[in-house]
Nanobody, 118 residues
Framework: QVQLAESGGGLVQPGGSLRLSCAVS????????MGWYRQAPGKQREVVAR??????GYSDSVKGRFTISGDNGKNTVYLQMNSLKPEDTAVYYC?????????????WGQGTQVTVSS
């Protein structure tokens, strides 16, 4: 069973930085797409950034401010968030799509709260 454990959320002032971490365990496949999503109150969950090997993509709202990266040795994915804005306030979720045996299985972390406020 694949499990995702997030950490690193919190309260930060506008213009500040946070780094989120997502530790992946239990995957027997080395073929994964990892991503960060977020959901603000009253809004739908939206993709923030995704990484699959050397392929990386960001939503327009975070491009140039957020950086997704992975450490294969630690089975961990990071989201470095700089120049944070109040509109970045949301619960951030780690996501893993695990490929193998002709299927793609979707897994989610429990979420971590990020609040940007003065």
């Amino acid at each position: 069973q694949v499990q995702l454990a997030e950490s690193g959320g919190g309260l930060v002032q506008p213009g500040g930085s946070l780094r989120l971490s997502c530790a992946v365990s239990g995957s027997r496949s080395s073929s994964l797409t990892m991503g960060w999503y977020r959901q603000a109150p009253g809004k739908q969950r939206e993709v923030v950034a995704r990484i699959n090997g050397g392929s990386i993509g960001y939503s327009d709202s975070v491009k140039g401010r957020f950086t997704i990266s992975g450490d294969n040795g630690k089975n961990t994915v990071y989201l470095q968030m700089n120049s944070l804005k109040p509109e970045d306030t949301a619960v951030y979720y780690c996501n893993a799509v695990v490929y193998g045996s002709g299927r793609a299985d979707n897994y989610w972390g429990q979420g971590t709260q990020v609040t940007v406020s003065s």
